[in-house]
DNA sequence: TCTGGGGTCCTAGGACCC
DNA sequence: TCTGGGGTCCTAGGACCC
């Protein structure tokens, strides 16, 4: 059997799961830079929306007691990978899905057996985090988060644990979930389903294989089996990376060159140090530059790199993506958002040698010498010359909380009397 | 003043090979 | 007048997920 944990709200159950003083009260959690709402207890959701803009929801968040943090990567990450470690412990295989979920899969278990270890899982994560998940558990993935969709709608009766165990069960299941709540299926394709008359789940399953191969491609295909009960979609390996980015919305917009380019070489710096976090080599990059997305006139322009072989050197990287800049960038235009998206990755340990010009040998030894550094005396103490010493950007964090599990410093101090 | 960030998979079409 | 068949690799764009 396949299975999903999911924790609720992450976000805002790690901000309390630190501050007992809040159960019960509404959270909401903001993006970078503080732009907008991504996460809400369940008790800020009556109040506030999904994506809600920050600056504009302020009298909202006042005027309904409700208590706003900043994102606070570094504690949902640490909490992230807790969970998954926990969860681990139960199961034959674990495919973490995302930062607050992971699939799961159960060897020759009755559904009885199943769910109870589900309620182990939902019982142990809360017991030692604090974090209340929702398990949902069936025969293939799909089928899977439906039953954890049944769980987020019906919390008490299904005592967060909910096993799709028979036939009966499935159809009264499919028969219930709305077409747009079904994992892969999007806002374009419900409008595309609904025009078609398919309402529910159950609706999409009646179709023909043909006629969704040829309007749905496989994807649609691998779903409908999925939903039939066939596992189709498969468990994925861990894998490598294909593609690591940085991305940053300046917290004002920018249109010198210059200081463009130390954040861009800084964002080039960053995906660099992925990449040989997960010893990988890419031989591409892609660089972007965007105005602002809601002002008049909304530009984009952006191009490909390629380094001629494959590198995880910082200084590589940069120097091309930098010059690549240069070539692209465009007077006069006032820009708001940056990035930098690596991408042809191979393992280093498969580097391909070259006939002529690989990169210089000494890159490595400097790079490992340099993370080496990083790791001990703080991310950032060495950096290359294109990125600013002086100044550090700060993103705009307000209601930052602190990093109770990865800081010394910010421990908790517990009085006992 | 202020509007997030990071991923995956698939398809179509072009350029090229023999 | 007529113009084959079988491939690979790459890119751009679209859809989806959290």
């Known amino acids: 059997m396949y299975g999903i944990v999911d924790c609720n709200s992450f976000y805002a159950s790690c901000e309390r799961a630190f501050r007992p003083n809040l159960i019960g009260k509404p959270i909401v959690v903001l993006s970078n830079n503080d732009g907008c709402v991504i996460a809400r207890s369940k008790e800020a959701k009556p109040y506030v929306k999904m994506g809600a803009v920050a600056f504009k929801s302020k009298e909202d968040f006042r005027k309904n007691g409700i208590h706003v943090f900043s994102s606070n990567y570094a504690l949902y990450g640490d909490m992230s990978y807790r969970v998954m470690t926990i969860i681990s412990k139960y199961v034959d295989d674990i495919e973490p899905y995302s930062i607050d979920e992971a ?153 010198d060159l210059n200081e463009i380019e130390e954040r ?30 809601f002002g008049k006139e909304y530009m984009k322009i952006g191009a490909m790199v390629h380094f001629g072989f494959a590198t995880s050197s910082s200084i590589t990287i940069t120097k091309g993506v930098l010059e690549k800049l240069r070539e692209i960038f465009k007077e006069g235009y006032t820009y708001k958002k940056a990035g930098v998206i690596l991408v042809s990755i191979s393992p280093n340990n498969s580097h391909q040698i070259r006939l002529f010009g690989d990169e210089n040998p000494k890159h490595q030894l400097l790079m490992q010498a340099m993370d080496k550094l990083n790791n001990k005396m703080g991310q950032g103490k060495l950096k290359l010359a294109n990125q600013d010493i002086k100044k550090t950007w700060k993103m705009r964090q307000e209601h930052l909380s602190p990093q109770y599990t990865t800081k010394f410093s910010d421990i908790i101090t517990v009085n006992c009397k």
């Open 264 to 293: 861009v070489a800084t964002f080039a710096n960053s995906c660099a140090e992925k990449l040989r976090k997960q010893k990988s080599e890419c031989s591409g990059a892609y660089v972007f530059l965007r105005s602002n997305r």
């Open 103 to 255: 699939f799961f899969k159960l060897e020759n278990v009755t559904s009885q057996e199943a769910e109870l270890i589900g309620k182990q899982i939902q019982k142990e994560v809360m017991q030692q985090l604090g974090l209340p998940v929702s398990v949902g558990i069936a025969a293939s993935k799909a089928l899977a988060k439906l039953a954890n969709n049944i769980v987020k709608t019906y919390p008490e009766q299904t005592k967060n644990v909910y096993v799709i165990g028979t036939e009966e069960q499935r159809l009264k299941a499919l028969k219930w979930t709305n077409i747009d709540n079904v994992w892969g299926i999007g806002r374009k394709l419900t409008k595309k389903l609904q025009e078609m008359n398919i309402k529910k789940a159950y609706d999409f399953t009646l179709l023909s294989d043909e006629l969704v191969r040829r309007k749905f491609s496989v994807v649609g295909l691998r779903l409908k089996h999925d939903l039939e009960g066939k596992p189709t979609i498969g468990f994925e390996e861990v894998h490598d990376k294909y593609m690591i980015a940085t991305t940053r919305s300046f917290p004002n917009v920018l249109s």
